[in-house]
């Protein structure tokens, strides 16, 4: 069964950068539809950005132009760097996979694969 455990959060000052790493094992990261999501406590889990087996990036509004997200084959390996990070980006952050290219990226519950979260505080 494919595994995710994702390291890099921390604590940050507003405007600072952090880049969030997934580490996939017993799967080919290129092989699936990978997503990066985030939940604070009593909201949703909600999508932040995706990207597909053929490359193909997705993001959710409020992240556009800070983060970027990106994979590297030869480690399986997938990233989130955020840049000018606010502080309504704190939140614990999740990686996820999933086989079917054709759900919404955004939607949480087609996503079969979840790592355990790291914790991401940006203050002001």
């Known amino acids: 069964q494919i595994q995710l455990v994702e390291s890099g959060g921390g604590s940050v000052q507003a405007g600072g950068s952090l880049r969030l790493s997934c580490a996939v094992s017993?799967?080919?990261?290129?092989?699936?539809?990978m997503g990066w999501f985030r939940q604070t406590p009593g909201r949703l889990r909600e999508g932040v950005a995706a990207?597909?087996?053929?490359?193909?990036?997705a993001y959710t509004d409020p992240v556009k132009g800070r983060f970027t997200i990106s994979r590297d084959n030869a480690k399986n390996t997938m990233y989130l760097q955020m840049n000018s990070l606010k502080p309504e980006d704190t939140a614990m952050y999740y990686c996820?996979?999933?086989?079917?290219?054709?759900?919404?990226?955004?939607?949480?519950?087609?996503?079969?694969?979840w790592g355990q979260g790291t914790q991401v505080t940006v203050s002001s």
């Open positions: 990207i597909y087996s053929d490359g193909s990036i």
């Open positions: 996820a996979a999933r086989d079917n290219r054709w759900l919404p990226w955004e939607s949480p519950s087609n996503y079969d694969y």
């Open positions: 017993r799967s080919a990261i290129n092989s699936r539809q």
